[in-house]
């Protein structure tokens, strides 16, 4: 079985910053992409950004020069660095991961249980 836990969330002003981090645990072979989704009240979830194991990288548009995503691969952890946070960044972040298990021939997705993210104007 895999995990995912996520840290980092919480309040910030306009303005600040915030990291996330998410770790991935289990027994586990491989990780092709890590990645972050975000869901806002009433709103489907959004990608925010992910990156392959090769380190190349995919922003949505609204956080390109403001998020940077990065991996440690040998932690298996991801992080989301978040600059000039705005209100409309308020939203829960979920973490995912493409995992090939230990003894599996292919790759799942997983999720973590999601970070609540608030900023205030």
């Known amino acids: 079985q895999v995990q995912l836990v996520e840290s980092g969330g919480g309040l910030v002003q306009a303005g600040g910053s915030l990291r996330l981090s998410c770790a991935a645990s289990?027994?586990?072979?491989?990780?092709?992409?890590m990645g972050w989704y975000r869901q806002a009240p009433g709103k489907r979830r959004d990608l925010v950004a992910h990156?392959?194991?090769?380190?190349?990288?995919n922003y949505a548009d609204s956080m390109k020069g403001r998020f940077t995503i990065s991996r440690n691969n040998a932690k298996n952890t991801v992080y989301l660095q978040m600059n000039s946070l705005k209100p409309e960044d308020t939203a829960v972040y979920y973490c995912?991961?493409?995992?090939?298990?230990?003894?599996?021939?292919?790759?799942?997705?997983?999720w973590g249980q999601g970070t609540q993210v608030t900023v205030s104007s």
């Open positions: 995912y991961a493409g995992v090939r298990a230990v003894g599996g021939t292919r790759g799942y997705e997983y």
């Open positions: 289990g027994s586990i072979f491989g990780i092709n992409v």
């Open positions: 990156i392959f194991n090769g380190g190349s990288t």
